[in-house]
Nanobody, 113 residues
Framework: VQVVESGGGLVHPGGSLRLSCVAS????????MTWYRQAPGKERELVAGISNTGGRRNYADSVKGRFTISRTNVNNRVYLQMNSLKPEDTAVYYCYVPQFNSWGQGTQVTVSS
């Protein structure tokens, strides 16, 4: 299973970014997908998860109301729309497939003025 993230970058506080993850080597539509993040000096934490059909989504309390996870099974992609970004959202963001314990290489998100 291969997982590749993209879409990170530098953004001002209050700005938006959309992360994308493509997963290959699995029956994508059958599996839950998740986004994690790891800030400098902190443990990796779950940001959001989405069920295989997209019918169930869960979020960390710190991002509820600001981030939205979605997926398109036709092209094996999962997205993380991040709005109203804060400096504390600065981290490396990872796409993770729990059933295969597969991580992407991560994409850096920096929120700074």
């Amino acid at each position: 299973v291969q997982v590749v993230e993209s879409g990170g970058g530098l953004v001002h506080p209050g700005g938006s970014l959309r992360l994308s993850c493509v997963a290959s080597g699995l029956g994508f539509a059958r599996y839950e997908m998740t986004w994690y993040r790891q800030a400098p000096g902190k443990e990796r934490e779950l940001v959001a998860g989405i069920s295989n059909t997209g019918g169930r989504r869960n979020y960390a309390d710190s991002v509820k109301g600001r981030f939205t996870i979605s997926r398109t099974n036709v092209n094996n992609r999962v997205y993380l729309q991040m709005n109203s970004l804060k400096p504390e959202d600065t981290a490396v963001y990872y796409c993770y497939v729990p059933q295969f314990n597969s991580w992407g290489q991560g994409t850096q998100v920096t929120v700074s003025s």
